[in-house]
C-alpha cells in the first residue's frame, strides 16, 4: 500500500491529489480555468499551459497541507502523460518528474483516459471489474472493458467530436455561454426532448464508435435554416431554444446509453461505470439507470468530485499500477 501524489494537467483544471492504497483521498484540489476560457468560447491551449505554470506549485503545496504530508509520507509521483493538449500535459509531467528526481521516488505515467475509466472505484472502495466503461467529457467519448486496472480494452471511441464538445458547440450556437454542458441541461429541462427528430449517428448497428459532427451541423441548420449559419437566432423564442437544447441532449443521451448497452452484451458484462464531466448530465444518469435497470445491470456513476479531470483519480489508478511494477523512467514524455 502506497502514498501516491497524482498530478493532472491535461486540459485546463490544474490539479493535484494523494491517495493512500488506491481507494483513500486525502486530498484533492483542483484549480479550475473557466474564467481564462469562457471569453473564447473553448479552450485556448497556449493560455491553458501557461495558467497551469503559474498555479501548479500552489496546487500542489496545498494538496500535501490539505493532506498532512510530508515528502518523506509520499511514496511514488504518478502523472498524466497522455492524452491531452500537449503544451498543458508537458508542464504536470515536468513537476512530476522533477519531484520524483528531487525526492528518489518512483515515477509513474498514467493515460487519462484510463484514469476516467476506472475512477469509479474510488468512492466505491473496491474494483467493480470486469465492467463497461463510458467516459464521456470534453475531450473524450469512449467505451472500455475494465477487466482490471492494469488490463483495459478500448472498446470504440468518438470518430470526431467529442460529447461534451458537442455541448459546448451546441450551447454557443444558441448563445447559452461556456461550458455549454451544464447550461444546455439546465435549459433543456424546460424544453420537449421529442420537438426536433436530431439525427442520432450509429456508424453502423455493430458499431461502438461514435460521431457527434453532424448533430452539431444538423442543430446550426435548424436554428439559421438549411444551408445557413447565421441570422436565424433572433427569430427563435426561448421555448424554441429550449426545444432544440432538449432535443440535442436526447438525441446525444440516445446514442450514449444506446452504444454502452451494446458494449455490456458484447462483453457479457454484467456492470457499467460513468466517468467524465458530461456523466453530471441528468438526462444521461436518469437513461443510463433506465437501461441497466431494465437489462439487470448495476450501474456505478462516479461522484462529481471525480468525474471532472482531477488529480485524485491519477494517484488512485497509480497505485495499481505500482503494485504491477509498472514504473516510468525520468525519460517519460508527454504525448499529444
Ligand atoms: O471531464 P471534464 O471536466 O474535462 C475534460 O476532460 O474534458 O469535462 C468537461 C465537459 C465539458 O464539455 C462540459 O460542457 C461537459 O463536460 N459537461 C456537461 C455537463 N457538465 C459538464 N455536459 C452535459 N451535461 C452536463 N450537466
Ligand atoms: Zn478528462
Same mark, same amino acid.
Given at each position: 500500500?502506497?502514498?501516491?501524489?497524482?498530478?493532472?494537467?491535461?486540459? #485546463?483544471?490544474?490539479?493535484?491529489?494523494?491517495? &493512500?492504497?488506491?481507494?483513500?483521498?486525502?486530498?484533492?484540489?483542483? &484549480?479550475?480555468?473557466?474564467?481564462?476560457?469562457?471569453?473564447?468560447?473553448?479552450?485556448?491551449?497556449?493560455?491553458?499551459?501557461?495558467?497551469?505554470?503559474?498555479?501548479?506549485?500552489?496546487?500542489?503545496?496545498?494538496?500535501?497541507?490539505?493532506?498532512?504530508?510530508?515528502?518523506?509520507?509520499?511514496?511514488?509521483?504518478? !502523472?498524466?502523460?497522455? %492524452?491531452? =493538449?500537449?503544451?498543458?500535459?508537458?508542464?504536470?509531467?515536468?513537476?512530476?518528474?522533477?519531484?520524483?528526481?528531487?525526492?528518489?521516488?518512483?515515477?509513474?505515467?498514467?493515460?487519462?483516459?484510463?484514469?476516467?475509466?476506472?475512477? &469509479?472505484?474510488?468512492? =466505491?472502495?473496491?474494483?467493480?471489474?470486469?465492467? !463497461?466503461?463510458? !467516459? !464521456?467529457?470534453?475531450?473524450?467519448?469512449?467505451?472500455?472493458?475494465?477487466?482490471?486496472? @492494469?488490463?483495459?480494452?478500448?472498446?470504440?471511441?468518438?470518430? #470526431? #467530436?467529442?460529447?461534451?464538445?458537442?455541448?459546448?458547440?451546441?450551447?454557443?450556437?444558441?448563445?447559452?455561454?461556456? %461550458?455549454?454542458?451544464?447550461?444546455?441541461d439546465r435549459v433543456a429541462a424546460g424544453g420537449d426532448p421529442?420537438?426536433?427528430?436530431?439525427?442520432?449517428?450509429?456508424?453502423?448497428?455493430?458499431?461502438? @464508435?461514435?460521431?457527434?459532427?453532424?448533430?452539431?451541423?444538423?442543430? =446550426?441548420?435548424?436554428?439559421?435554416?438549411?444551408?445557413?449559419?447565421?441570422?436565424? =437566432?433572433?427569430?427563435?423564442?426561448r421555448r424554441?431554444v429550449a426545444d432544440?437544447a432538449a432535443?440535442?441532449?436526447?438525441?446525444?443521451?440516445?446514442?450514449?446509453?444506446?452504444?454502452?448497452?451494446?458494449?455490456?452484451?458484447?462483453?457479457?458484462?454484467?456492470?457499467?461505470?460513468?466517468?467524465?464531466?458530461?456523466? &453530471?448530465?441528468?438526462?444521461?444518469?436518469?437513461?443510463?439507470?433506465?437501461?441497466?435497470?431494465?437489462?439487470?445491470?448495476?450501474?456505478?456513476?462516479?461522484?462529481?468530485?471525480?468525474?471532472? #479531470?482531477?488529480?485524485?483519480?491519477?494517484?488512485?489508478?497509480?497505485?495499481?499500477?505500482?503494485?504491477?511494477?509498472?514504473?516510468?523512467?525520468?525519460?517519460?514524455?508527454?504525448?499529444?
Amino acid at each position: 500500500m502506497a502514498t501516491i501524489l497524482g498530478i493532472e494537467t491535461s486540459c #485546463d483544471e490544474t490539479s493535484a491529489g494523494i491517495v &493512500a492504497g488506491g481507494y483513500e483521498v486525502r486530498s484533492n484540489v483542483v &484549480a479550475t480555468q473557466f474564467d481564462l476560457h469562457a471569453k473564447f468560447g473553448g479552450i485556448v491551449p497556449e493560455i491553458a499551459s501557461r495558467a497551469h505554470i503559474e498555479r501548479l506549485d500552489g496546487v500542489i503545496r496545498e494538496a500535501m497541507e490539505r493532506a498532512r504530508a510530508t515528502r518523506d509520507s509520499i511514496d511514488a509521483i504518478a !502523472v498524466t502523460y497522455t %492524452p491531452g =493538449l500537449v503544451g498543458s500535459l508537458l508542464i504536470g509531467v515536468t513537476a512530476a518528474k522533477t519531484l520524483a528526481w528531487a525526492w528518489s521516488r518512483p515515477l509513474v505515467g498514467i493515460n487519462h483516459a484510463e484514469a476516467h475509466a476506472c475512477s &469509479a472505484a474510488i468512492a =466505491l472502495g473496491r474494483a467493480p471489474w470486469p465492467a !463497461v466503461a463510458l !467516459v !464521456v467529457s470534453g475531450g473524450h467519448t469512449s467505451l472500455y472493458h475494465v477487466r482490471d486496472f @492494469d488490463c483495459i480494452e478500448l472498446l470504440g471511441s468518438t470518430t #470526431d #467530436d467529442a460529447a461534451g464538445e458537442a455541448f459546448d458547440k451546441v450551447a454557443s450556437i444558441l448563445n447559452l455561454g461556456y %461550458p455549454g454542458g451544464p447550461v444546455i441541461d439546465r435549459v433543456a429541462a424546460g424544453g420537449d426532448p421529442e420537438a426536433v427528430a436530431f439525427p442520432r449517428t450509429m456508424l453502423g448497428p455493430d458499431s461502438l @464508435d461514435f460521431s457527434f459532427s453532424g448533430i452539431k451541423t444538423a442543430v =446550426l441548420y435548424r436554428v439559421h435554416g438549411p444551408g445557413r449559419t447565421t441570422g436565424g =437566432l433572433e427569430r427563435l423564442t426561448r421555448r424554441e431554444v429550449a426545444d432544440i437544447a432538449a432535443s440535442f441532449q436526447a438525441a446525444v443521451v440516445d446514442v450514449l446509453v444506446a452504444k454502452t448497452m451494446l458494449a455490456v452484451r458484447r462483453t457479457g458484462t454484467g456492470t457499467v461505470v460513468v466517468g467524465g464531466g458530461v456523466a &453530471a448530465n441528468r438526462r444521461l444518469r436518469t437513461e443510463l439507470a433506465a437501461a441497466c435497470e431494465r437489462e439487470g445491470v448495476t450501474l456505478h456513476l462516479t461522484p462529481m468530485a471525480y468525474c471532472t #479531470d482531477n488529480g485524485a483519480m491519477v494517484a488512485a489508478l497509480a497505485e495499481h499500477r505500482l503494485a504491477a511494477g509498472r514504473v516510468a523512467g525520468l525519460d517519460l514524455e508527454a504525448r499529444a
